[in-house]
């Protein structure tokens, strides 16, 4: 084969590396305000969560929502979501998860990468970063902080079964992690990100 022709190949597809936002919390320490409404920067909180997704390259972006769902899709822009209604959230972090990694079922996404909408101090840069920890459906990655493992998480497709038989109450993903602890990447994110929760009234602070 020429060089022309070498150089005509067509190139393979990059892979589809879904976005799944989890913001169905109840805010239950927070007096029961839904997390995604909370204020930020004058808009509903999971709206910069999505905007941080899309910015970080990944799509189909899918939202799991819970807590006062019928009010977050009226007052939040969600154009270009797959929106998730999770009528469990209550039972915890897991049932969000299960919803999402279902309603994946079929996008032809080869990762899942997820994040939580409470997490306002970790942009696009850090989303990519964990992204390009991609190799392939088996993948398995986290961003950490100072060597500590947090969010977002990316887990390859053929993981989602297994995670979604083992993600009850609040454990979400945590026991298929600690099963497979050996086949994680960290992806040091401290950095350019800061990975701290909105979950109680002093936290608030930090929505300016």
């Known amino acids: 084969m020429s060089a022309a022709g070498a150089s005509s190949a067509p190139r393979p597809a990059p892979p589809v590396i879904a976005g799944l936002l989890l913001a169905a919390g109840g805010g ?12 930020y920067r004058g808009r509903p909180l ?7 997704l899309r910015e970080a390259g990944l799509g189909p972006l899918h939202v799991v929502l819970g807590a006062s769902a019928a009010e977050v899709r009226e007052r939040a822009d969600l154009t270009g979501c797959v929106v998730v209604d999770n009528p469990d959230w209550a ?9 999402g990694l279902a309603s994946l079922a079929g996008t032809g996404a080869g990762a899942a990468l997820v994040s ?10 850090a ?5 390009e920890a991609y190799r392939s459906p088996a993948s398995l990655a986290a961003a950490s902080y100072d060597g ?9 497709a053929d993981r989602w079964a297994d995670i979604a038989a083992t993600a009850t109450g609040d ?8 099963r497979h602890a050996g086949e994680l990447t960290l992806v040091e994110c401290g950095d350019i990100a ?12 930090r929505l300016v």
């Open 91 to 99: 039972e915890g972090m897991g049932s969000s998860l299960r919803a």
């Open 28 to 39: 239950r320490r927070l007096g029961g305000r839904p997390k995604a409404l909370l204020p």
């Open 194 to 205: 800061a990975a701290f929760d909105i979950d109680t009234p002093p936290d608030l602070a």
């Open 148 to 156: 500590e493992r947090g969010h977002p998480v990316l887990f390859g």
């Open 127 to 131: 989303v990519a970063r964990v992204r």
């Open 46 to 52: 999971v709206e910069n969560a999505v905007g941080v």
């Open 171 to 178: 454990k979400g993903a945590r026991v298929h992690l600690a």
């Open 116 to 125: 939580l909408v409470d997490q306002p101090g970790i942009g696009a840069a």
